[in-house]
């Protein structure tokens, strides 16, 4: 089995700053796209950020220029860094990754616990 484990969540400011962290861990093969995706109270989940094993990164519209997606893939740690943060990114933020855990077979989509980040004075 794989696993994921996010961190780094919490209560700031607005206009404040935040980081979270996710590790893919278990049996791994290989990981393809690392995402963040997010769900506020009596919201569907949306997907925020992503990024694929080659860097390509991709990002929802409401965080362009807030926020940045990165990876180590040799440690299969994906990473968000969150700026200039406003009241309406508070939501519980889950890792998914698409995880190949054995060679030749087909990768599976994984997701971490959640982790919330509420941005309030």
């Known amino acids: 089995q794989a696993q994921l484990g996010e961190s780094g969540g919490g209560l700031v400011q607005p206009g404040g700053s935040l980081r979270l962290s996710c590790v893919a861990s278990?049996?791994?093969?290989?990981?393809?796209?690392m995402d963040w995706y997010r769900q506020a109270p009596g919201k569907q989940r949306e997907l925020v950020a992503s990024i694929s094993d080659a860097g390509r990164t991709n990002y929802a519209d409401s965080v362009k220029g807030r926020f940045v997606v990165s990876r180590d893939n040799v440690k299969n740690t994906v990473w968000l860094q969150m700026q200039s943060l406003r009241p309406e990114d508070t939501a519980v933020y889950y890792c998914?990754?698409?995880?190949?855990?054995?060679?030749?077979?087909?990768?599976?989509?994984?997701w971490g616990q959640g982790t919330q980040v509420t941005v309030s004075s």
């Open positions: 278990g049996t791994i093969s290989n990981v393809y796209d």
């Open positions: 998914s990754a698409q995880i190949v855990r054995s060679v030749g077979w087909g990768w599976e989509r994984y």
